[in-house]
């Protein structure tokens, strides 16, 4: 990584929002941690979009970045032959999306991965020159070949790592499964990849497969979704860059440090989305340990810490963990930079009210996290013929997206499911759902709405 430039450091904040009482042996201790990043400079945290975005982007703005933009190629992007030629407009717009100064590159993906433009492993600098030259090289892309993502990503990772810059950041695009390499050859690119550069993925049509893409965005902290309908892409793809242009600050880790005694349960992101952050934990001397949130912007996210604390009697307190935002120096050379701090406590009582009583942060997260892992089970059970499971699942999917107010993701469920009463979660399977709407739902059941203040 290059060395980093504190101009470019937004201000972080935390806060905690939790019950700290527990009954006697009470031991469980959960606690939100939001976490909010302002004044980075970027945008200040409004997209340019439209009139608003100038049609050169301002030299200078925002901290160095590259991004490299990974485009299926395979002979599936040539049916309908549109998909083609709406993945080369997307590309182009995303192109033209790149303020001056940005790295970039673009890169064609079939069994192999190929430089359409600049080539012979460089990187171009975003200029008036560079994006009419890289759009005039999408011209040139065909269909053609199978799909193997993992070379694709392999070939972004080393263009990437020769930039000396702060923000290194990927756009993936595919049509189909990832059927001419095994699903340990990608893992083994995700896992060569993870950390380096986050990558946004998206899938385009109905023929890939979600599992796969949602694999690619959490693996590289990106965001993941699907464009059914390839027209939509150019527009997909301008906020995608917008988002990337829009970034502050890079590696930045949530490091959580432990008494002696207390058990780290799991740590995961619960909103904007669902994100598993508990086995993604590297050391960090003793009793504390880093889990990834990749890039920031202007923006806040919500994290769930939940600790298991040793028992205690009436009237005890302790501090059950402490959480830092760190920011790592890049060269290794000096310590990192703590951006702010938020503490977990426990405190035992014998007051029932207080102890029983459960935060609605706390209650809020727990049911969105429950939401995004009946959604998968319910559509599993519905592929694999197991319609009375799949009806109880997105019955308590559509009852929890309704108590909670994700009117989002009720919506996609409408599609799936006939709700006979959202409140209770009786529902019926649809007989017949289209392809687009199943996968909808599948790829975007990780959205959160943040709760109600």
């Given at each position: 990584?290059?060395?980093f430039?504190?101009?470019?450091?937004p201000q972080?904040?935390?806060?905690?929002?939790q019950?700290?009482?527990?009954?006697?042996?009470?031991?469980?201790?959960?606690?939100?941690?939001?976490?909010?990043?302002t004044?980075?400079?970027?945008?200040?945290?409004?997209p340019?979009?439209?009139?608003?975005r100038?049609?050169?982007?301002?030299?200078?703005?925002g901290?160095?970045?590259?991004?490299?933009?990974?485009?299926?190629?395979s002979?599936s992007?040539?049916?309908?032959?549109?998909k083609?030629?709406?993945?080369?407009?997307?590309?182009a717009a995303?192109i033209?999306?790149?303020?001056?100064g940005?790295?970039?590159?673009?890169v064609?993906?079939?069994?192999i991965?190929?430089e359409?433009?600049p080539?012979?492993?460089?990187?171009?600098?975003?200029?008036?020159?560079?994006?009419?030259?890289?759009?005039?090289?999408?011209?040139?892309?065909?269909?053609?070949g199978?799909?193997?993502?993992?070379?694709?990503?392999?070939?972004?990772?080393?263009?990437?790592?020769?930039?000396?810059?702060?923000?290194?950041?990927?756009?993936l695009?595919?049509d189909?499964?990832?059927?001419?390499?095994?699903?340990?050859?990608?893992?083994?690119?995700?896992?060569a990849c993870?950390?380096?550069f986050?990558?946004?993925?998206r899938?385009?049509?109905?023929?890939?497969?979600?599992?796969?893409?949602?694999?690619?965005?959490?693996a590289?902290?990106?965001t993941?979704?699907?464009?059914?309908?390839?027209?939509?892409?150019?527009?997909?793809f301008t906020?995608?860059?917008?988002?990337a242009?829009?970034?502050?600050?890079?590696d930045?880790?949530?490091?959580?440090?432990?008494?002696?005694?207390?058990?780290?349960?799991?740590?995961?992101?619960?909103?904007?989305?669902v994100?598993?952050?508990?086995?993604?934990?590297?050391?960090?001397?003793?009793?504390?340990?880093?889990?990834?949130?990749?890039?920031?912007?202007?923006?806040?996210?919500?994290?769930?810490?939940?600790?298991?604390?040793?028992?205690a009697g009436?009237?005890?307190e302790?501090?059950?963990?402490r959480?830092?935002?760190?920011?790592?120096?890049p060269?290794?050379a000096a310590?990192p930079?703590t951006?702010?701090?938020?503490?977990?406590?426990a405190?035992w009582?014998?007051?029932?009210?207080?102890?029983?009583?459960?935060?609605?942060q706390?209650?809020?997260?727990?049911?969105?996290?429950?939401?995004?892992?009946?959604?998968?089970?319910?559509?599993?059970?519905?592929?694999?013929?197991?319609?009375d499971?799949?009806?109880?699942?997105l019955?308590?999917?559509?009852?929890l997206a309704?108590?909670?107010?994700n009117?989002?993701t009720?919506?996609?469920?409408?599609?799936?499911?006939?709700?006979?009463?959202?409140?209770?979660?009786?529902?019926?399977?649809?007989?017949?759902?289209?392809?687009?709407?199943e996968?909808?739902?599948?790829?975007?059941?990780?959205?959160?709405?943040?709760?109600?203040?």
């Amino acid at each position: 990584m290059a060395n980093f430039s504190k101009s470019h450091v937004p201000q972080f904040s935390v806060e905690v929002y939790q019950n700290a009482y527990l009954p006697e042996g009470g031991r469980e201790v959960n606690a939100i941690v939001t976490v909010t990043s302002t004044g980075g400079g970027t945008t200040g945290g409004v997209p340019l979009t439209g009139a608003a975005r100038p049609s050169t982007p301002t030299p200078g703005r925002g901290p160095a970045a590259a991004v490299v933009i990974m485009v299926d190629c395979s002979g599936s992007m040539d049916y309908p032959p549109t998909k083609m030629r709406n993945a080369r407009d997307a590309t182009a717009a995303a192109i033209d999306t790149l303020r001056d100064g940005t790295s970039f590159a673009v890169v064609g993906g079939t069994h192999i991965a190929k430089e359409v433009y600049p080539g012979n492993g460089r990187l171009a600098v975003a200029d008036p020159q560079t994006r009419a030259q890289a759009k005039e090289a999408l011209r040139r892309l065909g269909a053609g070949g199978g799909t193997a993502i993992g070379t694709w990503l392999r070939l972004a990772d080393r263009l990437l790592g020769a930039a000396d810059v702060e923000i290194r950041h990927g756009i993936l695009l595919t049509d189909g499964r990832n059927e001419h390499e095994s699903p340990d050859d990608l893992r083994a690119a995700l896992d060569a990849c993870a950390g380096r550069f986050t990558c946004d993925a998206r899938g385009v049509g109905t023929d890939w497969e979600v599992k796969e893409v949602t694999a690619i965005s959490s693996a590289l902290l990106g965001t993941a979704d699907i464009v059914a309908d390839p027209a939509g892409l150019a527009a997909d793809f301008t906020r995608m860059m917008e988002d990337a242009m829009g970034k502050e600050v890079a590696d930045v880790a949530l490091r959580l440090w432990t008494p002696v005694g207390v058990e780290i349960k799991f740590v995961k992101q619960v909103a904007p989305t669902v994100a598993e952050l508990t086995d993604r934990r590297t050391g960090a001397g003793p009793r504390a340990g880093d889990y990834p949130t990749g890039s920031w912007g202007d923006e806040s996210r919500d994290y769930h810490v939940c600790v298991q604390v040793p028992e205690a009697g009436i009237g005890q307190e302790m501090l059950a963990a402490r959480v830092s935002l760190i920011l790592p120096d890049p060269s290794g050379a000096a310590a990192p930079q703590t951006l702010s701090q938020g503490l977990v406590r426990a405190v035992w009582t014998d007051d029932m009210a207080a102890s029983t009583s459960i935060n609605p942060q706390v209650a809020h997260y727990t049911g969105q996290a429950e939401l995004a892992q009946v959604i998968q089970q319910g559509l599993d059970a519905r592929k694999s013929g197991d319609f009375d499971g799949a009806t109880a699942k997105l019955g308590r999917a559509v009852q929890l997206a309704s108590a909670s107010g994700n009117e989002d993701t009720a919506k996609l469920l409408s599609k799936v499911v006939d709700v006979v009463d959202a409140a209770t979660g009786t529902v019926r399977l649809k007989a017949k759902v289209a392809e687009a709407d199943e996968m909808t739902l599948e790829t975007r059941s990780t959205k959160t709405v943040r709760v109600k203040k």
